[in-house]
């Protein structure tokens, strides 16, 4: 018996550890959306928000207050992209739990023309996309957090973002700025800070160990400066 216990208990742990996906979304590619709106992700997943156009950032909601940041919503920072620009950046969220999860464009009016989502909506009741969308309409104004927060973004290419770790002099110091020491700043955790050949990695551990906020450069960044 112990054997077939063991044998049970490593199916178990091949069929968890197979089944962790990355789900891509991509931000704006023809219209304000994210495709797909409707994203069915499971604990342990991850979902990866491509950002490769215009001005536009990934926050998050909550069904009853449309456009509007949940109490310490992740978000992406603006992040914007000039056409013509050969670069793209990608925010990176870890899901822990299947809770509905409403998401929106805070930039503009993006959220009230659409630009919502929603990452394991309900299986019955009225609260659908088709609803929040519908009530994102009539949100009389969009808001978002003051500092990236809850998951990791990684700019490629030519992109720059003001303030992000390894522009400019910050890549040869390490030292954060903008974004990244506002994210540090707000979960009141100092900044592991590392350069080197791979890039600068800033990573901050929110304050109840539940939220990570992090920035990664990649290394294609430092052969543009
Ligand atoms: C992102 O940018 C990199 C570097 O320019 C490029 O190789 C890659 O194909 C781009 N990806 C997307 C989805 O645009």
Not at 32 to 54: C, H, K, S, W, Y
Not at 116 to 128: A, L, Q
Not at 149 to 156: A, K, M, P, T
Request: charged share 10%; hydrophobic share 35%; net charge negative.
């Amino acid at each position: 018996m112990p054997s077939s216990i063991y044998y049970l208990c490593s199916l178990a742990l091949a069929g968890t550890l197979a089944s962790a996906r990355t789900i891509t979304v991509m931000v704006a590619q023809g219209g304000l959306n994210f495709t797909p709106g409707t994203i069915r992700a499971q604990t342990g997943d991850e979902v990866a928000f491509v950002f490769t156009r215009g001005n536009h950032d990934v926050t998050l909601g909550e069904f009853d207050r449309p456009c509007q940041p949940a109490p310490n919503a992740f978000w992406s920072g603006t992040i914007t992209i000039p056409s013509g620009l050969n670069g793209n950046a990608t925010f990176t969220i870890p899901i822990r739990d299947t809770e509905p999860k409403w998401i929106y464009c805070s930039f503009g009016r993006h959220c009230q023309n659409g630009m919502v989502g929603v990452i394991n909506p309900p299986s019955e009741g009225d609260n659908t996309f088709d609803a929040y969308k519908s009530a994102a309409e009539e949100a009389p104004e969009s808001n978002r957090p003051t500092a990236i927060n809850g998951g990791s973004l990684i700019v490629r290419g030519d992109l720059e973002i003001p303030g992000f770790p390894g522009n400019s002099e910050s890549s040869s110091t390490g030292a954060p700025t903008g974004s990244a020491t506002n994210s540090a700043t707000a979960s009141g955790t100092p900044p592991a800070t590392q350069t080197g050949n791979a890039g600068a990695t800033i990573q901050t551990s929110g304050a109840l160990g539940a939220v990570m906020a992090g920035l990664t450069v990649g290394a294609a960044w430092f052969g543009l400066i």
